[in-house]
């Protein structure tokens, strides 16, 4: 047994001094490619690729794990890339072009497929590129730039389908009957509201980008309809920002502002005879205008004031539930982001296509994950509530200012949700329980 003990501790100390060694190897290499670099040296290649990188479509994730799923497992595959098989297979017709390179005489390209999949698994996990490295066998180098390809392709050929912001009045309309079937709020045209993606700091950024919450960020403002589908996407926006900033120099305000973007006319309310204008809705931090409207403030409310507060945070609730759905399907998302910014704003686009295309081909995916309510009209918490979510922008004023006729328009407002024209059976109850 002495014996025994010895040879393992001998064992051991020759693996200790030989990673020592290995460690001293590496770090010395590091020194000589810095000064290579310097000078303006370029030393050839230790390995064009390394052996067991090579031996990818034996054991690789791609070809041995995913195919298996593919035809043995639809669950599995779905929960492990985030979509199912059929879709996964149209996405792979629509982008191959866009992501196909050539094979040359030096190396294999990395096939479409392999590149859709590697993409997926990094925006449904958050996995470093080295940890995908060794699970797909692809050197982490080549999968930073598959993924900032792919995701480019994905906002190349989806993004002006998928999330297209209406510009006549027949699909403003259409939107704003959404609202009214579903939310009982007429004349919504969307909800607003903006989250924090995480990042690290970047170089030279001071506090730029560090928000009042105590990391650095960048932010995604989002216009969301009826059905959790997004309509307008604004990101890249410094974390150090409130959203009411952010709000007043998007390219949306200034469209509405504008009146180019085919907002209807104003119409009356359903069973009065008084032209309402068409509206969004947001929360306390945006200015109020005739075309925004938000809660009453929380203090001193009366009984009318808190149900106009319920009935608008009742719709408003798409936007909580759209990007819920969005972060526990693409949760890379929700971890510290150690990517240049742009190829941030990338992610974060691809992924919000990734969400329309999803849901408009499969509207009842990911439902468990949304807020219900049960036949009483009380809420029953979504999934999506029970996880780690992107946090909410800062809710302060920013200087905005309540128009006066907005605030007129907002009485108005709160008059028709308690009369018998706008009000609906439950609303007194669910103010008396909260």
Not at 112 to 141: C, E, I, Q, W
Not at 332 to 354: D, H, M, P
């Amino acid at each position: 047994m002495e014996a025994q003990a010895v040879s393992v501790l001998q064992v051991c100390a020759v693996m200790d001094r030989e990673m020592i060694e290995y460690a001293g190897d590496v770090v010395q290499l590091e020194v000589l490619q810095k000064e290579d670099r310097r000078r303006g040296i370029r030393r050839q290649r230790r390995w064009w690729v390394r052996d067991w990188l090579s031996r990818r479509s034996l054991y690789g994730h791609f070809d041995i794990h995913v195919q298996e799923l593919r035809l043995e497992d639809p669950i599995a595959f779905r929960n492990f890339l985030r979509i199912d098989r059929e879709t996964f297979q149209e996405l792979l017709y629509h982008l191959e072009d866009h992501i196909t390179k050539k094979t040359t005489r030096w190396r294999c390209a990395v096939s479409p497929g392999m590149k859709r999949a590697l993409t997926l698994r990094f925006l449904a996990t958050g996995d470093s590129y080295h940890s995908l490295m060794y699970g797909f066998r692809v050197a982490h180098n080549t999968i930073s730039g598959i993924v900032v390809e792919v995701c480019q392709a994905i906002i190349d050929v989806f993004e002006a389908q998928v999330i297209r912001t209406p510009t006549e009045p027949k699909e403003w309309l259409e939107v704003a009957e959404q609202f009214a079937t579903r939310w009982q709020f007429p004349h919504t045209l969307g909800a607003l509201d903006g989250k924090h993606i995480a990042i690290k700091k970047p170089n030279k950024a001071g506090s730029t980008f560090f928000n009042y919450k105590g990391f650095h960020s960048i932010v995604l403002m989002a216009l969301v309809i009826a059905n959790y589908n997004f309509r307008w996407v604004q990101d890249g926006d410094v974390g150090s920002s409130s959203d009411a900033q952010i709000w007043n120099r998007c390219d949306l305000k200034e469209a509405v502002q504008a009146g180019v973007i085919g907002i209807p006319d104003p119409a009356p309310l359903s069973g009065d005879d008084r032209p309402m204008p068409y509206f969004l809705i947001g929360d306390d931090a945006f200015g109020m205008e005739t075309w925004l409207m938000k809660p009453f403030a929380r203090r001193g409310l009366s009984h009318e004031e808190r149900i106009f507060n319920y009935r608008l945070s009742r719709a408003g609730r798409v936007v909580e539930n759209a990007f819920g759905i969005f972060a526990n399907c693409f949760r890379c998302l929700l971890q510290t982001l150690n990517l240049e910014i742009n190829t941030v704003s990338q992610v974060g686009r691809a992924c919000v296509c990734f969400h329309n295309f999803i849901r408009t081909r499969n509207p009842a995916q990911d439902n468990n994950l949304i807020d219900q309510e049960d036949e009483d009209h009380n809420l029953v918490p979504g999934a999506w509530r029970n996880y780690v979510n992107l946090e909410d922008m800062e809710n302060i004023r920013g200087g905005n200012v309540d128009g006066r006729e907005a605030k007129q328009q907002r009485i108005y407002l709160k008059h028709y949700m308690n009369s018998p024209a706008g009000s609906v059976p439950w609303q007194d109850r669910m103010v008396r329980l909260y």
